[in-house]
C-alpha cells in the first residue's frame, strides 16, 4: 500500500500507473465502467464536501452503495465471480461443519450462519445431519448492509437476502415481506426453502428469540469495515481515502491514501500496548463477537468462525479482488472485493472473559482433527473414476498449506457451561487431534 508522501514525484508515478491502469480497464468494460464512473464520482464529491474518508467510509461506499455498490447488484462467488470459498470447492467441507454442528439430537438449538451465502452442497450435507426448526437472522455484514444469518439446514436458494451481501437473485421458493417492518418477534421476511423448511429473516444478532444456537461465520468478518493506522513521529494518525489532485481530472478523479494530519475519534481503539507501526481494527467485527458472546452466555451454544487472519501479528492486509486476482483498491471502486485479514486476538479480546474462546488454528488442522480424510475417502469409493480428478483436486485446495490449508483459520466461542474456566485443559472437537 501507498501512503502519500513529500516524495512528490514517487507518488505522482504510482498515480500515473493507477490512472493508466483504470482507462485500459474502462475501454474494455464500458456498462460496469459507467457505474464506477458514477461511483468515483460520489465519492470525489463526498471527499470535497468533507474532506479525505475512512477507509470504513471507503469500503462501506466501495461495496454497498445502493446504486453501484460491489456486493449490490451482481452474483460474486464461484468461477465466474471475483472469489470461490471452501464449501464450493468440496463438499466434504459442508459435512464436517455439519459435524461439529452435530444438531442430529439437539431439536431445541438453532444453527444460525452469520456469514456469506451457503453453498448447495454444504447446505444439502447440513440438512442431512440436522433435524431442527429453521430460523433464519440477518447480520449487518458483508459488510454493512443487511446480512442474512440463516440455520444451516437449508439449500443455497433460499440463503441470501442481499448476497455477501449481494441482492435477491436467488431467494427461498416461497418467501414474502411481513407487512410492517417487522413483527413483534422482530423478524422481517419469512418463506420456506424447496425442501419445506420455515425461514425467518432478521436484521441483527440481538434480534434473535433467545434461543441456544449455534452460530457459523464463514468469511464474513473479513469484509468489515476497518480502520486503519500508522505509527509516526507525532504518534498514531489514521489512513484516509483523499482526492490525487495532481493527475485527477473532472471525468476520471484518482484517488490516493493519505495521513491525517491529527488525532481521529477513532484512534481510541488502538491498545495502549500495541507494538506494531501499522494496525487494522474493525469496530463493527468486535461489536458482532460481543453480541456473540452475550447471547452464547445467556442462551447457551458456540460461534465457529471461519476466516483467513491472524492472532495479532499482521499489519497492512487491506487488498482488492477481482477475477480471482489481486486488485488495486483505490481503482475502478466497485468492481472487485474489498477485504482485510481477520484480527483473531481483537475478537478474543472483545469477546471478553464470560465466554470460553479456542483457536485461532489452521483450517488443515481442524478439518484433519475432524477425520476429514476419512469422509474423502468414503466420497471417492462411492464416486464415478471420471470425478475424482476434481475431488482430488478440491481436497488439496482446501487442505494444502501451500494453498487454503494454513490461509485460513478456524476460532471458536464456547458457553463457559461446557467448557469451564477451570478446566482448560478441555478443548472442543476441532481443536484437538484426533485419536
Request: proline share 6%; hydrophobic share 35%.
Amino acid at each position: 500500500m501507498f501512503v502519500a508522501s513529500r516524495k512528490a514525484g514517487l507518488h505522482k508515478i504510482l498515480g500515473i500507473r493507477r490512472l493508466i491502469h483504470c482507462m485500459q480497464w474502462q475501454m474494455s468494460s464500458s456498462q460496469t465502467a459507467g457505474d464506477t464512473t458514477h461511483l468515483m464520482q460520489h465519492l470525489s464529491r463526498r471527499i470535497q464536501a468533507a474532506g479525505p474518508l475512512t477507509v470504513a467510509s471507503y469500503m462501506q461506499e466501495v461495496l454497498t452503495n445502493p446504486v453501484s455498490g460491489y456486493y449490490m447488484h451482481k452474483d460474486v462467488f464461484g468461477q465466474k465471480g471475483d472469489f470461490i470459498t471452501s464449501p464450493e470447492i468440496s463438499q466434504v467441507f459442508g459435512e464436517v461443519i455439519a459435524q461439529f454442528a452435530d444438531l442430529r439430537d439437539r431439536t431445541s438449538l438453532h444453527l444460525v450462519e452469520v456469514s456469506p451465502k451457503l453453498s448447495e452442497m454444504q447446505a444439502e450435507k447440513l440438512c442431512e445431519n440436522t433435524n431442527v426448526k429453521r430460523d433464519a437472522s440477518s447480520e449487518r455484514g458483508r459488510p454493512g448492509n443487511e446480512k442474512l444469518c440463516e440455520d444451516i439446514n437449508v439449500k443455497r436458494d433460499a440463503s441470501s437476502e442481499s448476497g455477501r451481501p449481494g441482492n435477491e437473485n436467488t431467494s427461498p421458493a416461497s418467501a414474502s415481506a411481513l407487512p410492517s417492518d417487522a413483527d413483534v418477534t422482530g423478524r422481517y421476511r419469512m418463506g420456506l426453502s424447496k425442501s419445506g423448511v420455515p425461514v425467518h429473516w432478521y436484521r441483527s444478532i440481538n434480534d434473535l428469540p433467545c434461543m441456544p444456537a449455534v452460530y457459523v461465520a464463514h468469511e464474513f468478518f473479513d469484509a468489515l469495515p476497518i480502520h486503519k493506522f500508522q505509527r509516526t513521529g507525532a504518534g498514531w494518525r489514521e489512513i484516509m481515502v483523499d482526492i490525487d489532485s495532481s493527475i485527477s481530472n473532472a471525468l476520471m478523479p484518482s484517488l490516493r491514501f493519505v495521513l491525517a494530519p491529527s488525532v481521529t475519534p477513532a484512534t481510541v481503539l488502538i491498545n495502549k500496548l500495541e507494538t506494531r507501526d501499522h494496525v487494522e481494527i474493525c469496530p463493527e467485527g468486535g461489536v458482532i463477537a460481543q453480541s456473540l458472546a452475550m447471547r452464547i452466555t445467556e442462551d447457551g451454544g458456540c460461534a465457529l468462525i471461519i476466516d483467513y487472519g491472524h492472532n495479532g501479528t499482521n499489519t497492512d492486509t487491506f487488498r482488492g479482488f477481482r477475477s480471482h486476482k489481486l486488485h488495486d483498491v483505490l481503482c475502478e471502486p466497485g468492481t472487485a472485493d474489498l477485504t482485510a485479514d481477520v484480527d483473531f486476538a481483537y475478537l478474543r479480546q472483545q469477546a471478553g472473559d464470560d465466554v470460553a474462546i479456542f483457536g485461532p488454528i489452521p483450517q488443515q488442522s481442524f478439518l484433519t482433527n475432524m477425520a476429514i480424510d476419512v469422509r474423502f475417502k468414503k466420497l471417492l469409493m462411492n464416486s464415478p473414476a471420471e470425478n475424482h480428478n476434481d475431488l482430488i483436486s478440491g481436497y488439496d485446495m482446501i487442505m494444502n498449506p501451500q494453498k487454503m490449508g494454513d490461509r485460513f483459520k478456524f476460532f471458536t466461542i464456547m458457553s463457559r457451561r461446557v467448557y469451564a474456566a477451570d478446566a482448560p485443559q478441555e478443548k472442543p472437537a476441532g481443536f484437538v487431534p484426533a485419536l
